[in-house]
Nanobody
Framework: QLQLVESGGGLVQPGGSLRLSCVAS????????IGWFRQAPGKEREAVSC????????YYTESVKGRFTISQDNAKKSVYLQMNSLKPEDTAVYYC??????????????????WGQGTQVTVSS
C-alpha cells in the first residue's frame, strides 16, 4: 500500500508561517519526484512546488517564490513545505503528490501517480 500523508495545515493570520509535512510509505522516496499542489474552492488545482533528488533546483510557482521553501529528508521519508509571509490568497487544501518524472514534468505537465489526502491551510484575520 503506497501512501502519502500530509499534516501541518491550520488557521494562520496574514504574514504568519506554517510548515507542511508529507510522509511517504511503501516506496523509496529518493526514487520519486515529490510535489506540493493546492486547490481553493471553485478553482483549478495548482502546482506550488516540486523537488527531486536527481535535480539541483526545485520548481516554485511564481506566486510563492521567496516565501515558500520545499525540502526533502529521504531518511525520514518526508517532504516539507515551509510557508512564510502567508497571504489570504494562499488559502487552499494542500496536497503532496509523487511521480517518477522531472520536476518540470510533475509541476507543469504530467499528472502525479500518487496523492495524499490533503491538509487545509486557511490564511485569514
Amino acid at each position: 500500500q503506497l501512501q502519502l500523508v500530509e499534516s501541518g495545515g491550520g488557521l494562520v493570520q496574514p504574514g504568519g508561517s506554517l510548515r507542511l509535512s508529507c510522509v511517504a510509505s511503501g516506496f523509496t522516496l529518493d526514487h520519486y519526484t515529490i510535489g506540493w499542489f493546492r486547490q481553493a474552492p471553485g478553482k483549478e488545482r495548482e502546482a506550488v512546488s516540486c523537488i527531486s533528488s536527481r535535480e539541483d533546483t526545485p520548481y516554485y510557482t511564481e506566486s510563492v517564490k521567496g516565501r515558500f521553501t520545499i525540502s526533502q529528508d529521504n531518511a525520514k521519508k518526508s517532504v516539507y513545505l515551509q510557508m512564510n509571509s502567508l497571504k489570504p490568497e494562499d488559502t487552499a487544501v494542500y496536497y503532496c503528490a509523487a511521480s517518477r518524472g522531472s520536476v518540470q514534468d510533475l509541476c507543469l505537465r504530467v499528472e502525479p501517480h500518487y496523492w495524499g489526502q490533503g491538509t487545509q491551510v486557511t490564511v485569514s484575520s
